[in-house]
């Protein structure tokens, strides 16, 4: 799974510890997440999108292999 989470902080001018405080997470989680080493659960992925002001599907993407 990929994720638009660094392209998404970067339009919102926020750093991997800025969104990490909005979601209550550690900054290593966001850099795994975006490094695509972690899958979020359902509430942390709608807790991020909402941080993003995106949707859980805009910011995911699914890849089927």
């Known amino acids: 799974m990929r ?32 490094k695509g080493k972690y899958n979020p659960s359902l509430k942390l992925a709608h807790d991020i999108a909402v941080a993003l002001k995106t949707t859980v599907d805009e910011l995911f993407i699914f890849d089927d292999g």
């Open 3 to 34: 994720t638009r989470i660094k392209e998404l902080r970067a339009r919102y001018d926020l750093t991997q510890i800025d969104l990490a405080n909005k979601v209550g997470v550690r900054r290593e989680t966001i850099l795994f997440l975006e």
